[in-house]
């Protein structure tokens, strides 16, 4: 992973965790916005500016690849390098879990 990549996604935006995550099996950006919708019970709702401003970043950067197209949606899928990325994301995220735990007994 080059330089540029981790300073721009480590650490991620809520919505570049999700995008990630959600195309860990291929989808369309509504259907991302739907899934991230019921993951956080409401509470984040991804505009589809900000979901399609993110897919297009994300996909020339390497992350997400374009799979095919069903009902005029562009289905995308998670590349080995937006899984490392993720998988960076993931690993901070329990570390500040476990420093929260260990800091709050």
């Known amino acids: 992973m080059d330089a540029h990549i981790k300073k721009v996604y480590v650490p991620m935006t809520e919505t570049g965790f999700y995008i990630l995550l959600c195309l860990r099996t291929p989808n369309h950006g509504y259907g991302i916005v739907q899934t991230v ?49 993720l998988n960076l994301e993931l690993r901070r995220i329990k570390r500040l879990y476990q420093n929260a735990k260990e800091m709050t007994k």
């Open 37 to 85: 919708k019921e993951l956080t019970d409401s509470e984040i709702i991804l505009s589809p500016g900000t979901m399609y401003g993110s897919l297009s970043k994300m996909e020339k950067d390497g992350l997400i690849t374009f799979v095919r197209e069903e009902d005029k949606r562009k289905i995308y899928q998670i590349t080995e390098l937006g899984e490392e990325v």
